[in-house]
């Protein structure tokens, strides 16, 4: 009865880290997809409202995604302080500090930081292409890790369960 308990103790051990692997992947292909959907946001915002980037900023902060909450939250945070720190340098430090912690690469935190150098800095067509050009690349971000998830996502689970198993046979 010892036995089958740590047989199913071991296996169920091992398919939880293969699963969990799989999770992180998806967790980041999710995080991307939010970070597009704000960048639309900030578009029509931009370009139908003509609404300031502290206002975009603050109702993003409030948004019922995890991820998008806590990027533009300590980004919020950061701009309400009355430093003398300009508005691309908060929008590059608020994604430098929790971008990974929200699930996002360097590169996608990379992508995000360039389009600091345009928000809030010249007019509306331009900050409109910069989005546009962020978006582009953020949607090849998104393919990359969805394909990353496909493959990868699926080796680390049948990895992980066929490891179990042979270390339940290796110890029997």
């Given at each position: 009865m010892l036995k089958i308990i740590g047989i199913i103790l071991i296996i169920g051990s091992f398919t939880g880290i293969g699963v969990?692997?799989?999770q992180r992947f998806r967790g980041h292909v999710v995080v991307l997809g939010d970070m597009l959907s704000t960048l639309d946001i900030i578009s029509s915002e931009l370009?139908?409202?003509l609404t300031?980037?502290?206002?975009?900023?603050a109702k993003l902060a409030q948004d019922p995604r995890p991820a998008v909450a806590k990027a533009f939250g300590t980004m919020h945070e950061m701009i309400e302080k009355d430093d003398s720190l300009s508005l691309a340098f908060k929008w590059m430090k608020a994604f430098r500090?929790?971008?990974?912690?929200?699930?996002?690469?360097?590169?996608?935190?990379?992508?995000?930081?360039?389009?600091?150098?345009?928000?809030g800095?010249?007019?509306?067509?331009?900050q409109q292409k910069s989005i546009d050009y962020a978006k582009a690349r953020l949607s090849r971000q998104l393919e990359i890790a969805s394909d990353e998830m496909k493959s990868k996502g699926t080796v680390y689970r049948?990895?992980?369960?066929?490891a179990g198993i042979l270390l339940v046979l290796v110890l029997i």
């Open positions: 969990s692997q799989r370009s139908f409202h300031s980037i502290p206002e975009i900023v500090d929790c971008g990974q912690e929200i699930g996002l690469s360097t590169d996608d935190i990379s992508i995000l930081c360039d389009l600091s150098e345009f928000i800095k010249y007019d509306a067509q331009a049948t990895c992980c369960v066929a």
